[in-house]
């Protein structure tokens, strides 16, 4: 017994050894800075003169009478919700594509795939050129015979730009799960599907849709959360506007803490952003039960 | 696992980027208490000062004078180190250093930014200083310039950098355009914001390039348009900061000459379009005299002062300032090292690149002997003429949230069928809290 026991707790202080980085990674690099910014948000923390009071819930009170809170909440929903059904469905649509043994989509798929790897800030500023008024996008439609709008100055067209800017970013990555998902949907299924006289977009929702599920909760849970972290784009392209329209939660916090100095009420609102991303993605992964075929 | 894993790392780099940038270390004591003569301390301390430019030309000249200083006190500064913050994000990188417990001894600080930097009570009191450190000459300081760092008897910033706004012309552009040349209508008393609207509208037709830029305006930093503004004698708020004056018939009337002049009459870049005037790119810019050193040789250009409004001629500088922390680890000695860097003598360097607020100083042999870009006479009437009677930008203790709010009500004057009057207006219900708080 007593060798057992021993032998036991060798294994525990081996195990423990071997998590300690991460545990201790976690909490001084999640746990800590949560901690810290619930902390910070029960205070008024003026920068410049120096002051760190104790409001208790004041920030968060003031939360509930904020209009620029609630104009920041509605940007994020409409760039979150443009975001996630453009970049699933187009990521989903070009794997499909790049999936077929046609010559030249290896060619399509690293074209695809390149923005991912390209700087953010490069991505964008080059970006912002071409969607200014006499900039290279609206040199292309002219030659259409299209006036193109002034993307950057209208609250409509603005959200779009730079819903577009980020699809185009990342939609390679989602492209390349979605790809990497659809080659492992067994062939003898479809093969077994072709003889009992299903068509293509039969065989796609009965067979396809259902075995690459999984893939599309992982990649719905990254871009919901990924949308709700959109700042470099906005601050690059809009800084926000015109008007409040590209304000979104992120950037609204942004403002909040570094141009207003607002420390404390800015770390309220990255609680609630924390909560925002909490609920959602619980809600994501409780939904999988109902629609996710098959986990892996 | 995957998705798990991703949500953790994404919240936690959520957190992570606020907590980092939130650091904990803010709460050391600050006072606005003066600064006198510093004290020996036990060993050479080191002093760090943030600035905006990257020149290193510029660089150069601050370190020199640092080195000379270090080698006069060597008992109490060991060395003096100039940190360049890019001026898109001066501010907020200084007061992120601030937060994190970070602050530098001195900084440069923006006009916007003085009145809720020097009431905050972040700086110290320099008159202390500057008025008992021998051989300063505080008396030779011009005492317009220093009003914006005043707060009550306290002088909380010396204002090192009073460059005035003048118009640059690309007179290539504007005589193949077959129109009068600027200077030729100074000297007549005809250089007026019709006649310059006019010139550039003319220009940009035959060149097909752009007429008149405000430069650095870009739709975005309005409070740019003070230059322009400021002929028709308007200004966003009352001089005490009180009062929302975006709605006075006078600003209405700028406002409305502005809009026209870039939707109606094409004398200016509409918004969305980048023109740089240095490029050649546009046949006029508005922008500070220190520009110049951008120009180069590939046009003819000539520099005259900011047209005459309907109010007059009105001067315009841009002016920045350098304080001394309260939250630095030695305010006694950034003060000490302060005096000797904008001393009578040093400040005649300095004006190479930064017009003194010294009277000595100001006038056009000496300016040139620092600007072999510009003449004498440029000089005289441009930058000597400019300082005198000059008003600054737009500037309050609540800038920051008062330039975003005015910004976001501006976006809707910047399209061509807007109604100024009704836009101006929403944007004094909306600055008017602002104001008052």
Partial sequence: MATASAAVRRDWLVGYTMVAPVVLGSLAFVVLPLGMVVWYSLHEWNVLANTFTFVGAENYQRMASDPGLTDALLATVWFSVGLVVVNIALALLLAVLLNQKLPGTTTFRTFFFSPVVVSLVAWTIVWSFLLQADGGINGFLSVLGVEGPNWLRHPTTAMIAVIIVQVFKNVGLNMILFLAALQGVPEELQEAARLDGAGAWRRFRSITLPLISPTILLVSIITIVGSLEVFAQIDVLTGGGPGNSTTVLVYYLYQQAFRFNEFGYASALAVLLFVIVLVLTLFQWQSRKRWVFHEV | ?437
Wanted: charged content about 20%; hydrophobic content about 45%; overall charge negative.
């Fill in chain 2, 1 to 437: 696992m995957s998705a798990q894993h991703n949500r953790a790392r994404r919240t936690a780099g959520t957190a992570a980027v606020l907590g980092a940038a939130l650091a904990l270390s803010a709460c050391a004591g600050g006072s606005d208490a003066p600064v006198g003569d510093p004290e020996t301390p036990s060993e050479p301390v080191d002093l760090r000062m943030t600035v905006w430019t990257a020149d290193e030309t510029q660089l150069a000249l601050f370190q020199s004078i640092a080195d000379a200083y270090v080698a006069e006190n060597p008992e109490l500064v060991s060395s003096v180190k100039f940190e360049t913050i890019p001026f898109e994000d001066y501010t907020t990188a200084l007061t992120t250093q601030l937060a994190g417990g970070n602050a530098p001894d001195l900084a440069w600080i923006f006009e916007s930014n003085a009145p809720e930097f020097v009431s905050s009570g972040a700086l110290v009191d320099l008159r202390p200083v500057l008025e008992g450190t021998e051989d300063y000459a505080f008396d030779d300081l011009v005492p317009s310039a220093l009003t914006l760092w005043e707060d009550g008897e306290g002088l909380y910033a010396y204002p090192f950098s009073n460059s005035p706004f003048a118009m640059f012309v690309n007179t290539d552009q504007i005589e193949e355009a077959g129109q009068p040349n600027p200077v030729d209508l100074v000297a007549d008393g005809k250089w007026t914001f019709d006649a310059a609207r006019d010139i550039a509208a003319a220009a940009a037709e035959k060149s097909g390039e752009q007429g008149l830029v405000v430069r650095d305006f870009e739709y975005q930093s309005w409070e740019n348009l003070a230059t322009v503004w400021s002929g028709w004698q308007a200004a966003p708020w009352s001089a005490d900061g009180t009062q929302c004056t975006f709605t006075e018939p006078a600003m209405v009337d700028a406002m409305t000459w502005f809009h026209d002049a870039v939707f109606t009459d094409a004398a200016m870049p509409e918004p969305g379009t980048t023109a740089d005037f240095f490029a050649g790119d546009a046949a006029m810019t508005i922008t500070q005299i220190s520009r110049a050193s951008a120009l180069d040789d590939s046009f003819h250009w000539d520099v005259v002062p900011l047209p005459e409004g309907p109010a007059g001629k009105q001067n315009v500088v841009g002016q920045a300032g350098v304080g001394v922390f309260a939250a630095g680890e030695h305010p006694d000695v950034a003060a000490d090292f302060l005096a000797y860097f904008t001393n009578a003598e040093n400040a005649g360097q300095l004006a190479a690149y930064f017009p003194p607020p010294r009277q000595s100083l100001l006038n056009g042999e000496s300016l040139a002997d620092a600007n072999p870009k510009l003449t004498a006479g440029q000089l005289e009437a441009v930058v000597v003429e400019g300082v005198e009677d000059a008003v600054t930008k737009p500037a309050h203790k609540n800038f920051a949230k008062l330039s975003e709010t005015v910004r976001a009500e501006l976006d809707a004057l910047w399209v061509e069928d807007a109604d100024v009057e009704a836009v101006l207006a929403d944007t004094c219900a909306a600055v008017t809290p602002l104001l008052e708080d």
